[in-house]
């Protein structure tokens, strides 16, 4: 007795000739996007990596850029303190006379200003100006009798600006007119107003 070993597989309609076509299109499509995708993450990736390392580069060049941003500055400071030590050495001689260590220390100040002038640092007038808190700094206030109110009268330390801006504020005397009752030793009825 002889069996058939012969497998026979019914075929449904789905897998006709025609079907294994729609899934291989499908499968294409997807595999593409799938490339597409890992293509964009890697490039992400990259990018990321990138900034990162232009992030630090910056820092670097920031902190290095700050270590250094004064060199040229300093090197205009070099002469002055070259002239002030020369200054220093003529005044120990005893044949140094004295004009000439006054004219020298005068030499000195003038290379001094013109330094700070290239660096943008220029100094303030404040004598005969009204007080303004933004450029001064009031240390005294004296009675000016028949005299204006908040002036600055006298400049006991000089102030400087920065490209416009205050560097240091100047330090002054102030005006301050006397009210008739002071000018009369009034009893002082009203002071709470």
Request: proline share 6%; no cysteine.
């Amino acid at each position: 007795m002889e069996q058939n070993s012969e497998l026979v597989i019914p075929v449904t309609p789905k897998e006709t000739a025609d079907a294994p076509s729609v899934p291989t299109v499908q499968d294409d499509a997807l595999a593409a996007k799938a490339q597409e995708v890992e293509r964009l993450q890697d490039r992400l990736v990259r990018l990321q990596a990138e900034f990162e390392n232009y992030k630090k580069r910056m820092a670097r060049e920031k902190a290095e850029f700050l270590k250094f941003a004064t060199e040229g500055l300093l090197l205009e400071f070099l002469p002055v303190l070259d002239n002030l030590e020369r200054a220093i050495a003529s005044a120990r001689t005893e044949t140094a006379g004295r004009e000439a260590v006054v004219e020298g220390i005068d030499m000195i100040a003038r290379l001094f200003r013109a330094t700070l002038e290239k660096a943008g640092v220029k100094p303030m007038d404040a004598v005969g100006k009204p007080f303004d808190p933004s450029l001064h700094q009031a240390v005294m206030q004296v009675e000016s009798p028949g005299g204006p109110d908040q002036v600055v009268l006298e400049e006991i330390q000089k102030g400087y600006l920065l490209e416009g801006r205050v560097l240091r504020a100047a330090m002054v005397k102030v005006s301050r007119a006397s009210s008739p009752e002071a000018e009369r030793g009034g009893s002082g009825e009203g002071a709470g107003e």
